[in-house]
């Protein structure tokens, strides 16, 4: 599991040595990680773990969450709510209006900004569960 892990991470045209260096080890050493040949050390698991800043349970295989912080289903649905009153409230006369001399937004201004705001959503949720999280909670990655 660790070096499927590994590999798929990687996959975005670093290279073994690249990853070696970063760790502290050799390529050869990082070879045999991705290959499931040798395992790395406490140390160099966590070093690996967040030089691809990903939690070492996400490594392991204990879990497909990258991060203890990782947005959840609820979390979603929740930043889909949150949304839906957004957008919702753009409609009303009264609401915010961004755009010259009160014209109607159009459906492809909607949909950019309705991606725009989701990430933002998903972002603040993240940020505020990294931050709020109790050290006790947050699994085998460090406190940041």
């Not at 045999?32 to 395992?39: G, K, P, T």
Request: cysteine-free.
């Amino acid at each position: 599991m660790l070096g499927d892990r590994l590999k798929k991470l990687r996959g975005d045209g670093r290279t073994q040595e690249d990853v070696a260096k970063a760790v502290g080890v050799s390529r050869a050493a990082y070879s045999h990680f991705e290959n499931n040949r040798n395992e790395p050390d406490n140390d160099t698991l966590k070093k690996l773990a967040q030089y691809y800043d990903v939690s070492i349970d996400y490594l392991l295989g204990r879990t497909d969450k990258r991060h203890y912080y990782s947005l959840t289903e609820k979390d979603q649905k929740s930043i889909d709510e949150e949304l839906e009153r957004i957008i919702n409230g753009l409609d009303d006369k009264s609401g915010v209006n961004f755009f010259k001399n009160d014209a109607e937004i159009s459906d492809h201004d909607r949909e950019l900004l309705v991606a725009s705001l989701r990430s933002s959503l998903a972002l603040a949720h993240e940020m505020a569960k990294k931050s709020f999280t109790p050290k006790k909670y947050r699994g085998s990655e460090s406190g940041d």
